[in-house]
């Protein structure tokens, strides 16, 4: 059985939240999801990001405490009032999260956060150490994660998540059907480092987090960034396509807007703290983790 019982989750139902449940369930944990309603079920407790409000009753004497809720970055073109939300929507929830761990004191506060915190890193390799970068998504991270550390004398955690790969979702789902039908490529340059990682070896390593000693912030990516060029004829080659027709930036820039510099971007991170903390990849390189991720 597991050293703890009890655990409670924000963003349950995302791909990652989702994916997390499951397997946390089928380690022997009991799940208690934290949803923005009135609480239905024994597995749910409710919360409010909005107004901070959260059920400290029902959450009283949970082990650990996993905060994953947001709204995606790549969901919606970054508008002013979208980037509103995409700060505000991890500010507010982690304020609320963060003051409720303060009360019901759970022996570990996991909590989201992006390698978005390093901003454009070019060709340096960066770790848990190196300074935040400037740009949206370094303010957005920093402000995040300073709302974590509102917590006090509570192990605390900060997933500093990079790209995470899945063909039900994220990246990986929205460029699978064009290179399916042979209609894919290298996205701007294709120079770019992208910091990847499986999700069955991010939720993996949530559930590390959970059950060591690990603390602070914490990258979440393969130890073998690779850059989008490599990525895309990779993902070709497990899918025995072509990789002929590269997206250009102007065309990026077009269709996604503001997101589309975390696309052309360029971060190469590695998992410092996971592995100095005895952590193994299931899939450490990008050839074998899409070919099982295809298959």
């Known amino acids: 059985m597991p050293p703890m019982q009890r655990v409670a989750i ?13 397997h ?3 380690e022997g944990y009991t799940v208690q999801k934290l949803v923005r309603r009135a609480s239905r079920a024994a597995d749910e407790i409710s919360w409010d990001p909005q107004s901070g ?11 650990a405490i996993i905060h994953l809720a947001g709204a995606g970055v790549g969901d919606k073109r970054w508008t002013k009032k979208y980037k509103s939300e995409i700060l505000n929507s991890r500010l507010l929830g982690t304020t609320a999260i963060a003051n409720a ?27 848990e150490t190196d300074r935040a970068g400037e740009d949206f998504l370094a303010v957005v991270c920093r402000e995040w ?18 790209l995470v790969l ?39 390593a949530i559930t590390f987090a959970l059950e060591s000693k690990i603390e602070g912030p914490v990258n979440v990516t393969s130890p073998n960034p690779v850059t989008n060029q490599e990525f895309t004829a990779g993902l070709a080659r497990a899918l025995h396509r072509p990789a002929l027709f590269p997206a250009p930036s ?9 997101f589309a510099s975390e696309i052309l971007g360029s971060k190469k991170v590695m998992p410092q703290a996971l592995m ?19 298959d």
């Open 10 to 22: 924000t963003g349950a139902s995302g791909m990652i939240g989702t994916a997390l449940v499951g």
């Open 276 to 294: 100095d903390a005895g952590f193994n990849f299931d899939y450490p390189h990008i050839a074998p983790a899409l070919a099982a991720l295809v």
């Open 145 to 162: 994660e300073g709302a974590a550390d509102l917590v006090s004398d509570v192990r605390t955690v900060k997933l500093r998540t990079g």
């Open 166 to 204: 899945d063909p039900t979702g994220g990246a990986l789902g929205r460029m699978l059907p064009l290179f399916r039908f042979g209609l894919g490529g290298k996205l701007g340059n294709g120079k770019q480092w992208w910091s990847w990682i499986t999700l069955h070896d991010h939720i993996r």
């Open 250 to 258: 102007f065309a990026l820039k077009i269709a996604l807007g503001g």
């Open 24 to 26: 946390l369930k089928s």
């Open 53 to 63: 409000t959260v059920d400290l009753e029902a959450l009283a004497g949970v082990d």
């Open 101 to 127: 761990v303060n009360t019901v004191k759970p022996s570990v506060f996991i909590s989201a956060s992006a390698i978005g915190w390093y901003g454009e890193t070019g060709n340096r390799a960066v770790i």
